[in-house]
């Protein structure tokens, strides 16, 4: 073949080497800079420790938030459920995660729940977690459908199916046994 013509070259006679542009070998990368580091240091964060006053406990509201966190500031626990498709979601949502319609509303929930699961957390350094340790962190069936990540708050031992029902701390969503 004729490598004018833009095609694969001949192959070499037998015996001989090809030399590395002839194999389409890479060239070699560039040699670093010495005068520049091999890796930069990443920007220090922002705040290495949390403020001694500051809480991970309670919500910050934003504009579509502030009517579920000013309800359950009230006692009363709210889902938004689909005009469209019918189903219940929780976290709130300005959209149905089944069928993506903006037809969606708040609806006051039960504050019936099941346990779906759960852990027993025993170490955690945000505060006021470290005063409360060990707590049960868990994951609660709601009767109207959703599933949410909550707290248990009495004292007892969990079990899968447990029936609870929504009470409020500091007007955050906790559940205790019905």
């Not at 590395?20 to 560039?30: C, F, V, W």
């Not at 290495?48 to 500031?73: G, I, M, N, S, V």
């Not at 009363?76 to 459920?81: A, G």
């Not at 005063?131 to 609660?140: D, L």
């Amino acid at each position: 073949m004729n490598a004018d013509l833009g095609v694969r070259p001949d192959p070499p006679e037998p015996g001989r080497r090809l030399d590395p542009a002839e194999r389409g070998a890479r060239p070699d990368p560039p040699k670093p800079d010495p005068s520049k580091p091999a890796h930069p240091k990443p920007d220090p964060p922002k705040t290495a420790h949390p403020k001694p006053d500051a809480r991970f406990d309670l919500p910050e509201p934003d504009a579509f938030t502030r009517t579920y966190w000013d309800a359950a500031a009230e006692g009363r626990l709210l889902l938004r459920r689909c005009g469209a498709c019918g189903r219940a979601h929780h976290y709130p949502r300005e959209f149905c995660p089944y069928c993506w319609s903006e037809d969606v509303t708040w609806e006051e929930a039960s504050g019936r729940a099941t346990l779906y699961t759960w852990s027993v957390v025993h170490r955690n350094d945000l505060p006021p977690f470290g005063e409360r340790v060990p707590y049960v962190a868990a994951v609660v069936d709601l009767a109207e459908g959703p599933r949410m990540s909550t707290e248990l708050v009495e004292e007892g031992e969990p079990r899968a199916g447990l029936e609870l029902r929504v009470a409020f701390r500091e007007g955050v969503p906790v559940f205790r046994s019905a």
